[in-house]
């Protein structure tokens, strides 16, 4: 039989957005999932925010991979991998210049509301919120409803690639309030540098369309993707997939 891993996205994908995971779900991954394939999870955000989302305890016994920050940061089998990091890469000089361009820029947007953290610095990317990570949950509800109507967050990324197109940089849309900014090439594709020895690497993920955090990932030649609405949507896909591994099986 083939060897296969599933792959998947945090937020929109295995939980709602910055919450913890379905019990339901979780117990399949664990109890079924696990015992017919190798697991692994890929978020944008650092390794405490996945922690908090998937239950800490145990997580890292729980998958074969864990990827924080699309892979910059990275676990497999519960040891960390060598890692890169954004400033080694733009420079301090550079980076300066950019962060100052883009809280000078948030501090002259007129929005609704906004709360605190615009820019969260992580290991290989730059996450930027221009309505604030720290609003509530409701608030988060409410500024995704207006960058709908609104396009904030495109806006926001298109002056920036005026002001900076000298920068190779990515800009991705992921989430309620926020995107991120990385070197090109350090989308979630980065990660699977360190996945070796697969057959099938299924993908999946919410955010897969053109300026998704997803979508480069879900495009890939190397992923077989998996395009979902949910958690809920996960857990029925993967029933899904285990009915067509267990049909194989039977075929042989």
Same mark, same amino acid.
Request: charge should be neutral.
């Given at each position: 039989?083939?060897?296969?891993?599933?792959?998947?996205?945090?937020?929109?994908?295995?939980?709602?957005? /910055?919450?913890? +995971? =379905?019990?339901? %779900?979780?117990?399949?991954?664990?109890?079924? !999932?696990?015992?017919?394939?190798?697991?692994? &999870?890929?978020?944008?955000?650092?390794?405490?925010?996945?922690?908090?989302?998937?239950?800490?305890?145990?997580?890292?016994?729980?998958?074969?991979?864990?990827?924080?920050?699309?892979?910059?940061?990275?676990?497999?089998?519960?040891?960390?991998?060598?890692?890169?990091?954004?400033?080694?890469?733009?420079?301090?000089?550079?980076? /300066?210049?950019? +962060? =100052?361009?883009? %809280?000078?820029?948030?501090?002259?947007?007129? !929005?609704?509301?906004?709360?605190?953290?615009? &820019?969260?610095?992580?290991?290989?990317?730059?996450?930027?919120?221009?309505?604030?990570?720290?609003?509530?949950?409701?608030?988060?509800?409410?500024?995704?409803?207006?960058?709908?109507?609104?396009?904030?967050?495109?806006?926001?990324?298109?002056?920036?690639?005026?002001?900076?197109?000298?920068?190779?940089?990515?800009?991705?849309?992921?989430?309620? +309030?926020?995107?991120?900014?990385?070197?090109?090439?350090?989308?979630?594709?980065?990660?699977?540098?360190?996945?070796?020895?697969?057959?099938?690497?299924?993908?999946?993920?919410?955010?897969?369309?053109?300026?998704?955090?997803?979508?480069?990932?879900?495009?890939?030649?190397?992923?077989?993707?998996?395009?979902?609405?949910?958690?809920?949507?996960?857990?029925?896909?993967?029933?899904?997939?285990?009915?067509?591994?267990?049909?194989?099986?039977?075929?042989?």
């Amino acid at each position: 039989m083939s060897k296969i891993i599933c792959l998947f996205d945090v937020d929109g994908t295995l939980t709602e957005p /910055q919450q913890e +995971i =379905n019990v339901n %779900l979780d117990k399949y991954i664990q109890d079924i !999932l696990k015992k017919q394939v190798d697991i692994a &999870i890929v978020g944008g955000s650092d390794i405490n925010k996945i922690k908090c989302q998937l239950n800490q305890e145990n997580l890292f016994k729980k998958y074969n991979y864990i990827f924080a920050e699309n892979g910059l940061v990275a676990y497999k089998n519960n040891q960390k991998l060598q890692s890169e990091t954004i400033q080694s890469v733009i420079g301090e000089e550079k980076l /300066q210049d950019f +962060i =100052n361009f883009i %809280l000078c820029y948030i501090s002259e947007l007129k !929005l609704p509301f906004k709360r605190g953290t615009f &820019i969260e610095f992580r290991t290989g990317m730059l996450n930027i919120s221009p309505v604030g990570r720290n609003c509530t949950k409701e608030e988060r509800k409410r500024f995704n409803k207006y960058d709908t109507e609104n396009q904030i967050r495109e806006k926001f990324i298109q002056a920036i690639k005026k002001e900076f197109p000298h920068l190779l940089l990515t800009y991705s849309i992921g989430g309620e +309030i926020s995107f991120d900014v990385f070197p090109n090439g350090w989308d979630k594709t980065y990660c699977l540098r360190h996945i070796e020895g697969y057959d099938e690497i299924h993908f999946f993920g919410d955010k897969t369309k053109i300026g998704g955090n997803d979508y480069e990932i879900y495009e890939s030649d190397l992923t077989i993707g998996h395009r979902v609405t949910g958690p809920a949507d996960t857990l029925r896909q993967l029933k899904i997939l285990i009915n067509l591994i267990n049909e194989k099986k039977m075929q042989r």
